[in-house]
């Protein structure tokens, strides 16, 4: 009998097609995540690029993080598109990326989006973007399909 062993360490699953898309309510595209990555570590993460573009301000960056924030916010998505809540919250653990929504009347949502950036090598260098912005409620279907499409994978 022969047994086979596997590095689970070495596992990685890449999402490239998927994206998800968050817009203004004038149907400006805000921001983006694309080129979605699972690994095997210690646990399993996913990284995903972040790309936010609003006005005259640009922002990429290549985040990691523990992939059932992703379910976690698209369940509270779909209960804010219900009214069985008036905020909802995608927070990353390190906090590079926050992202709160926040229902207001005849079905306008209030948005801040916070990025932070901190560089490892000079522990002085910190850089921070937060901008606010509305969406209307009938995108939110659309941004929780892109969410089942993600996790479905």
């Given at each position: 009998m022969e047994l086979f062993f596997i590095d689970v360490s070495q596992i990685i699953i890449h999402m490239q097609n998927e994206m998800i898309h968050?817009?203004?309510?004038h149907r400006r595209l805000v921001m983006s995540i694309s080129h979605f990555t699972l690994q095997?570590?210690?646990?399993?993460?996913m990284s995903f690029s972040v790309n936010i573009s609003y006005d005259s301000f640009l922002h990429s960056a290549v985040i990691e993080d523990y992939p059932y924030l992703f379910e976690q916010?698209?369940?509270?998505l779909e209960e804010l598109y219900v009214c069985q809540?008036?905020?909802?919250?995608?927070?990353l653990t390190e906090r590079q990326l926050c992202l709160d929504?926040?229902?207001?009347?005849?079905?306008?949502?209030?948005?801040a989006l916070h990025v932070d950036?901190?560089?490892l090598a000079d522990e002085m260098y910190h850089s921070s973007l937060h901008?606010?912005?509305?969406?209307?409620?009938s995108f939110l279907p659309e941004l929780i399909r892109e969410f089942d499409v993600l996790i479905e994978q």
């Amino acid at each position: 009998m022969e047994l086979f062993f596997i590095d689970v360490s070495q596992i990685i699953i890449h999402m490239q097609n998927e994206m998800i898309h968050f817009y203004d309510k004038h149907r400006r595209l805000v921001m983006s995540i694309s080129h979605f990555t699972l690994q095997q570590k210690k646990e399993v993460m996913m990284s995903f690029s972040v790309n936010i573009s609003y006005d005259s301000f640009l922002h990429s960056a290549v985040i990691e993080d523990y992939p059932y924030l992703f379910e976690q916010f698209r369940n509270e998505l779909e209960e804010l598109y219900v009214c069985q809540r008036t905020k909802v919250s995608f927070a990353l653990t390190e906090r590079q990326l926050c992202l709160d929504f926040e229902y207001r009347e005849y079905g306008q949502i209030f948005c801040a989006l916070h990025v932070d950036h901190y560089d490892l090598a000079d522990e002085m260098y910190h850089s921070s973007l937060h901008i606010e912005f509305g969406l209307d409620q009938s995108f939110l279907p659309e941004l929780i399909r892109e969410f089942d499409v993600l996790i479905e994978q």
